[in-house]
């Protein structure tokens, strides 16, 4: 087992990280910018060193900054938690050249995986089934040919990269080769790869994300399904766990596609198979994220395992303690991401002080979160300041706990998200469950438009 690990993160996820290290006995090592020197993960860690500046290109996307923390400091392991280096092949080179051990899998794998064309061969070749779309485009007068074959409405994705950026959804084809080339120049910024492919775009659906657990020794578990069809342009907003719109057969059948993913690649450590799941009853690979989730709290509220410690203990090396039939699920967890933005205003972005706070508390509720007192909110990184979770005996139960926990939490200084959750929570589409990935447009025409 590591005796220092290094997190390579900012927020709440750093703070859950260092969290689960001091749990273990690991010492932690953590970096912040300039903006973060007095940030809450910054204080809880052992050892704290400033790798640039507030940027994010400047600090937490500075490799050499970090690696060279990692290796003075005399860390074992770096965790980079999700986002920002957590899916960079690059900086995972690096590190096993490096000889750091990166919590995650290997660059090969990141590579393959994250290279959504070869991801979608490779799931075909396993009988996973995939949605019905194109393999990578070599221009726009090949993209618009292979379009026509695909039929509209489709999407335009990038090859590389994720958080909804590359996308574009195209409903007729008069719009297509503009969509085209603002996917190209949006990839090719964001991620330096403006390779695109084409996708069916079936709607309506649902988002269904299965959660694996796999070590070095061929062993692969899923700890079962979230349920993240609530979304803003791409972006997760709620996640609930089970789905309360998947029967235990198709259940079984995603939970057995999952693995089969898994099994298909030599994957280790944790990663999501993302699905989506449409009216008939059938479902589609969509990607698989090579990381820790945002939502993963909602799976360790309902299966009782600590999905980050198994993360750090595959890593070190340790084979999984159970099996595919000795995983159990408990009740029913859900997930609301607070924001520092306001919702009434078109989502704009707060920051500034968090003059009082008062967190949500209770039995089965948690709130992770870097947020404290006089803490003040930097405008440099994304607007998430934390996660409410909680876990009921039911999902009705989990719904009124979560409006009750909701309702509880105070954040003043600075504007937050948690009235639009309650009222989503309250609608009666999420109540009953039928909700699906355009839930969203259709709310907020009813809530800021009469």
Same mark, same amino acid.
């Given at each position: ?23 273990? *006995? ?79 899998? /290997? ?15 490779? @799931? ?7 949605? #019905? ?6 221009? $726009? ?19 590389? *990269? ?79 766990? #089970? ?6 057969? /198709?259940?079984?059948? @995603? ?9 298909? &690649? ?10 989506? %799941?449409?009216?008939? *009853?059938?479902? %589609? ?11 993963? *709290?909602?799976?360790?509220? $309902?299966?009782?395992?600590?999905? &980050? ?71 440099? %990184? ?5 996660? $409410? ?26 504007? &937050? ?34």
């Amino acid at each position: 087992m590591f005796s220092k690990i290094l997190v390579a993160n900012r927020g709440e996820i750093a703070v859950r990280i260092i969290r689960a290290c001091r749990e273990m *006995g690991i010492s932690t090592v953590a970096i912040y910018s300039t903006a973060d020197k007095d940030s809450m993960h910054v204080h809880l860690a052992d050892e704290a060193y400033c790798v640039g500046g507030a940027r994010v290109s400047d600090s937490y996307l500075n490799m050499p900054a970090i690696l060279t923390v990692a290796v003075q400091s005399g860390a074992q392991a770096i965790h980079p938690g999700y986002g920002l280096l957590s899916e960079n092949a690059k900086f995972v080179k690096l590190c096993e050249e490096c000889n750091i051990e990166f919590i995650g899998p /290997t660059s090969e794998m990141i590579n393959l995986l994250g290279d959504k064309d070869m991801a979608r061969k490779t @799931m075909r070749a396993a009988g996973v089934p995939v949605t #019905p779309g194109t393999d990578v485009l070599e221009n $726009v007068e090949q993209a618009k040919e292979l379009a026509d074959e695909v039929g509209y409405p489709l999407l335009i994705k990038a090859r590389s *990269g994720g958080g909804g950026r590359g996308i574009r959804l195209v409903s007729t084809a008069d719009e297509f080769e503009n969509a085209y080339n603002s996917a190209y120049a949006e990839a090719e910024s964001a991620f330096g790869d403006g390779a695109l492919y084409i996708e069916k775009f079936l709607k309506p659906v649902k988002h269904i994300e299965m959660q694996l657990l796999c070590d070095k020794h061929g062993n692969a578990i899923c700890l079962g399904e979230r349920e993240c069809s609530v979304q803003r342009h791409n972006q997760k907003l709620i996640e609930e766990s #089970p789905s309360p719109s998947i029967s235990d057969t /198709t259940r079984e059948a @995603m939970i057995d596609a999952a693995i089969k993913a898994a099994k298909a &690649v030599n994957y280790n450590s944790v990663g999501t198979v993302e699905f989506l %799941y449409d009216k008939d *009853g059938n479902f %589609y690979f969509m990607e698989m994220n090579t990381r820790l989730q945002v939502e993963h *709290g909602v799976t360790e509220m $309902v299966t009782g395992m600590d999905i &980050v410690q198994w993360q750090i203990r595959v890593a070190a090396g340790a084979k999984l303690n159970r099996a595919q039939e000795d995983v159990y699920f408990h009740g029913h967890a859900i997930e609301c991401r607070i924001n520092a933005e306001d919702p009434e205003n078109n989502y704009r972005p707060s920051c500034g002080k968090v003059t009082a706070l008062h967190v949500p508390g209770g039995s089965f509720v948690r709130f992770d979160t870097a947020l404290f007192q006089n803490y003040v909110i930097p405008p440099f %990184y994304d607007s998430m300041v934390g996660k $409410v979770i909680v876990q009921g005996r039911t999902r009705e139960l989990a719904i009124r706990k979560m409006k009750m926990a909701l309702s509880e939490l105070s954040v003043q200084g600075v504007t &937050v998200n948690r009235d639009l959750m309650i009222d989503i929570l309250s609608d009666d589409e999420f109540v009953d469950g039928t909700y699906t990935t355009d839930f969203m447009a259709a709310f907020e025409e009813r809530k800021f438009k009469k």
